[in-house]
């Protein structure tokens, strides 16, 4: 039996001047769907994304008024490394923000990539049963095509009955082992932002524009997604 594919993606396009008002822009968006989840069922679950765009939002967010103690965290994907590494998202994320605020520790979900990432992903998946819809997914999108670990010629996860959590061994880029939420989960979310920035992202951009199957391309929730771009990587003029 063929397992059915997900949707379709639907795509908003949103070209910035700069990365200051990329930024601006970004950090209104996540504390907008911050208090809406909050309002409406008293927390927020946001997936956190790796790359320096995103290290740059974490940063801004050290200074936000927030709820923190309804803010859960969950990662889309983790670097099999010990907790500590730099090259951890969790490490990056804890040191430019999470660190800085006061969201109980509890509500921090690190994904245990130390472990390797068969058992990894196994553990993840078991602690995403407590999370349903997430409030807010954050990706970026590699100069391949990737986001999160989901890397062209690998299984994406994109099926209505694939993992919620994937090992991923052999990745191109360094680590070759990781662990990634698949397409179909990360496509359950209430919004999903991608935050895109310089001219080496510009030829991954036009493959995406142009319907080309990338992975960025396999994240399709229902409200579709929101792409936030500066010029550098859209190669257009401004047109928010």
Known sequence: MVSAAMPLQTVRWHVFPDDASLLANALARVLGAARAAVARHGAFDVVLAGGNTPRKLYRALRRADAD?????????????????????????????????????????????????????????????????????????????????????????GRHADSPDVLAVFKAPKPPPERVSLSAQRLSNARAVLFLVEGAGKRDAVAAWKRGDAIPAASITPEAGVDVLLDEAASGAARSV
Not at 78 to 84: G, K, S, T, V
Not at 110 to 126: D, K, M, N, Q, V
């Open 68 to 156: 923190w103690n309804a803010w859960h965290v969950w990662y889309g994907d983790e670097r099999c490394a010990p907790p500590d590494d730099p090259e951890r998202n969790s490490r990056m994320a804890r040191d430019e923000w999470l660190d800085h605020v006061p969201i109980p520790a509890a509500n921090v979900h690190a994904i245990p990539a130390e472990l390797g990432a068969r058992e990894a992903a196994a553990l993840y998946a078991r602690g995403l049963r407590t999370a349903d819809t997430f409030d807010l997914v954050l990706l970026g999108l590699g100069e391949d095509g990737h986001t999160a670990s989901l890397f062209p010629g690998h299984d994406w």
